[in-house]
């Protein structure tokens, strides 16, 4: 058990819906890390928060954005859902920035139909 | 950008040992390395700063040439565990982790 909880597990639904992933870091990690796996495919980052702001992005698309609270956990939102956005969606956190190891989430799997 | 690894797929036997191989066209900050076993989160392994230091698990070598970009990690004796596809992760100086497409590694009794 890595200490990162992601909610839900699973999550089915259907082309065009709005959908919310949320991740609650390890206790006093600051950075919360985002990243999508399709199938057979790679991990591909999508956005880093560090202490509430946005630290880094990457090839996120305009129909996601995510968000990190005071409490330091963090949403993703996901919408206009397509076919193609099926994908394991992994939470990552660590205790800094640069130079730290991340802990993952146990991910939150979206089928979309 | 994103590193390449090599290669993209190896079997062993156990007790053998392998060497995975992660390259970047960028100068990089760090390497990190982690596994990922089939329908689990990926698991740190290592990582590796510019200037020589080294954070990880004691079971785990590997180096990083800063000067070519490049970093490979190092099996050894090789246990049934150690199946799972290796992921190398390049950190750059905007602070982005970028992951290679992984390295699938198979442990034949």
């Known amino acids: 058990d890595s200490g990162v909880t992601q909610t839900p597990k699973h999550l089915i639904t259907a082309t065009g819906q709005r959908v919310t992933l949320r991740c609650s870091p390890r206790s006093g990690d600051l950075s919360v890390y985002w990243y999508q796996q399709s199938l057979d495919q790679g991990l591909q980052f999508l956005i880093q928060y560090y202490n509430g702001e946005e630290r880094a992005k990457g090839n996120i698309l305009e129909r996601f954005s995510a968000q990190q609270f005071p409490d330091l956990h963090s949403e993703l939102n996901l919408s206009s859902l397509e076919l193609g956005d099926s994908a394991l969606y992994f939470c990552?956190?660590?205790?800094?920035?640069?130079?730290?190891?991340?802990?993952f989430g146990p991910g939150t799997r979206l089928t979309v139909l | 950008q994103q590193p390449v690894q090599s290669p993209q797929a190896v079997i062993l036997r156990e007790g053998e040992d392998a060497v995975i191989n992660c390259s970047s066209s960028?100068?990089?900050?760090?390497v990190h390395w982690y596994r990922q076993k089939h329908g689990e989160a990926p698991v740190f392994l290592m990582i590796l700063l510019k200037g020589g230091e080294q954070k990880g698990h004691e079971k785990i070598s590997a180096s990083f040439n800063e000067k070519k970009q490049q970093s490979s990690l190092y099996l050894t004796a090789s246990q049934l565990s150690y199946s799972g596809t290796y992921f190398c992760?390049?950190?750059?100086?905007?602070?982005?982790?970028?992951f290679g497409k992984g390295t699938r590694l198979h442990i034949l009794p």
């Open positions: 960028k100068a990089l900050y760090s």
């Open positions: 992760g390049t950190e750059d100086r905007d602070d982005k982790i970028i």
């Open positions: 990552a956190s660590s205790a800094h920035t640069r130079g730290s190891e991340q802990f």
